[in-house]
């Protein structure tokens, strides 16, 4: 009885691609709703700031980074996206199993690790963001803020800024053992002040120096400026999109790491 | 299948579990019985390799749990205390999912899915959602759930727990359906019926150790008498009446509501106790139950009064 046999089982090795596919499979039960949201919401914001307030900004300054408004607009109202989806669905997914229906529990009980339920969340979330970042490009698109040729390169950087965002708060809610007001703290604390000092409507230059920092910290701005780069040929120095890449590389890495080590050490004990 | 030696959990300065010995073979049922706290869920999860130990050793199906979990959790079906079912899906789709975790390929889900709804009498219910199912319902779909990689041990914590008498009927019928297909059933339970019912072998557990050991009707033997005369006097009479029965049964308990005598003549014994002139309320001669050795064992009922 020392040998077990994987009988019918074909085992653990791909645990993170099941609960990837089970997540998958229970947004499927909300396409109508994502798809919605989806287009729109950056129909809304196109046609609202993008058309409305770049008819203002354009007449009176002839455009932002050399670029009519809604061409600035375009690709940092994508990256938001990505970036919010991917930080929603690493967080609502994580409270949801740890908090909510304890689902993560149950999954422990089978053949999966801790780790491999942190992998697979962020690789659902990176599913979400890579469905969030096409309709959004082709909104974009259809409005002209964006060339038909850039959507490689567009949704490849939401889908960086997206996992990474989504991995710190995979790590961040991995601790959270009480929901009582993190979603709204984080919304107001982290996320919308994130959204405002990111250069999304404006250049991070226009701000003042004592808040850039701000930005640079954010990964919703460097985001953004990868997709201007891609877009429009935002004139960036090389050195800071390897430093925007890297940075985004990081967040991803270290927050995946940390995220497996405490999901498994919350779930075994 | 399962070996503990020394087995101990402790958190910070809290002891769940303390240096339990025991072993379970194939194909037994194997119950551990034990009042609320006592250390049974906490000994549950270690054996389902989902909580590491803090001292002593522990083998299941032959593999340690703290190097090879998957490995021995992809063996195991558990029935967790509460039932922690996906609201999000149907019943069908409960299983289905639950064996992709396991890796189960899809057509080979489809036919088990059909088999264990049927075994959990849940065929009409197939695309009900949870939130819509019985608790009785719940607890077999939870059952049928951990049933779907055919596991070789079956670990089930306080399954009849909160369900009304004929669900738990079901229930027990259904798990003794398993036992005769060989599957290796533990449970844990604070019902002594439950224990007398299921268990082909059992430990008592009490503050987080292990105070007895052997079958149920080994334990009662050992433990306890053949009949117990329960007596009622009223609260406040009781402590009187027992102090005047010494000599009476082999001993007695005084519990807030009632005396029990413990004796091998039960009808004899009441006699005696109505001709020395206290005339009980109400009165029972019935069978020494595990009840009652956890009574001896400890001083204490096994469901809270």
Redesign the interface.
């Known amino acids: 009885m020392s040998t077990l046999a994987q009988t019918s089982v074909l085992g653990p090795r791909w645990g993170a691609l099941h609960v990837a596919e089970y997540r998958i499979r229970n947004m499927w039960k909300w396409r109508g709703a994502i798809l919605a949201f989806g287009l729109g919401h950056p129909i809304l914001y196109l046609a609202s700031i993008g058309l409305g307030v770049g008819l203002l900004v354009d007449a009176n300054s002839g455009g932002v980074d050399g670029v009519p408004y809604l061409i600035f607009l375009g690709p940092a109202l994508m990256a938001t996206a990505a970036v919010q989806g991917g930080g929603d669905e690493a967080t609502f997914p994580t409270l949801a199993g740890f908090i909510w229906n304890k689902l993560f529990y149950s999954m422990r009980a089978t053949s999966l690790t801790g780790a491999q339920i942190a992998t697979g969340v962020l690789i659902s979330a990176g599913a979400r963001v890579l469905f969030t970042s096409t309709a959004y490009w082709l909104v974009l698109a259809l409005f002209g803020a964006v060339g038909w040729g850039t959507a490689p390169g567009l949704i490849a950087v939401g889908m960086l800024g997206g996992l990474a965002w989504g991995a710190v708060m995979l790590a961040i809610t991995g601790f959270v053992h009480h929901e009582d007001g993190f979603m709204a703290l984080m919304g107001r604390l982290v996320v919308m002040p994130m959204f405002l000092f990111s250069g999304t409507f404006y250049p991070l230059d226009a701000m003042p120096l004592a808040v850039r920092w701000l930005g640079w910290i954010s990964p919703l701005w460097h985001t953004t400026e990868l997709g201007r780069w891609v877009s429009y040929g935002a004139p960036l120095p090389a050195w800071q999109i390897l430093l925007s890449i890297g940075y985004l590389l990081v967040l991803l890495v270290v927050g995946l790491a940390i995220g497996r080590r405490q999901f498994e050490r919350r779930l075994t004990s | 299948m399962i070996r503990a030696a020394g087995l101990t959990k402790q958190y910070g300065q809290f002891t769940a579990v303390s240096g339990v010995d025991f072993h379970v073979d194939r194909g037994e049922s194997f119950g551990i019985l034990g009042p609320n706290g006592a250390g049974k869920s906490t000994t549950m999860r270690m054996l389902?390799a989902?909580?590491?130990r803090t001292a002593g050793d522990l083998s299941i199906?032959?593999?340690d749990p703290t190097a090879?979990?998957?490995?021995?959790?992809?063996?195991?079906g558990?029935v967790?205390q509460?039932d922690?079912?996906?609201?999000?899906?149907t019943v069908a789709e409960n299983i289905y999912?639950?064996g992709?975790?396991?890796?189960?390929?899809r057509t080979?889900l489809h036919e088990r899915v059909d088999e264990l709804l049927e075994f959990a009498q849940l065929e009409d219910k197939r695309k009900a959602k949870v939130n819509d199912l019985s608790g009785g319902m719940k607890r077999r779909l939870t059952i049928a759930r951990?049933l779907v990689?055919?596991p070789t041990i079956l670990l089930l914590d306080e399954p009849t727990t909160g369900l009304d008498p004929q669900a738990r009927h079901v229930l027990w019928d259904r798990l003794f359906r398993l036992k005769e297909t060989g599957v290796t059933l533990v449970i844990t339970t604070h019902y002594m019926d439950e224990a007398e019912q299921l268990c082909d072998r059992l430990v008592v557990m009490d503050r987080a150790r292990i105070v007895a050991e052997g079958s149920p009707s080994a334990l009662i033997r050992q433990y306890s008498t053949k009949e117990v005369v329960e007596v009622r006097f009223g609260a406040d009479r009781n402590a009187d009446v027992a102090a005047h029965l010494d000599g009476i049964g082999t001993r007695h308990e005084v519990l807030a509501d009632r005396i029990l005598v413990y004796t091998e003549h039960g009808e004899a014994d009441l006699e005696r106790i109505v001709g020395l002139g206290y005339l009980p309320i109400t009165s029972l001669v019935r069978r020494s139950s595990l009840e009652d050795v956890f009574l001896h064992l400890t001083g204490r009922s096994l469901v809270d009064e």
């Open positions: 389902g989902t909580l590491q199906l032959g593999h090879d979990g998957p490995l021995i959790r992809a063996h195991l558990v967790p509460e922690n079912l996906d609201p999000e899906l999912t639950y992709r975790y396991f890796g189960l390929p080979h951990a990689n055919e």
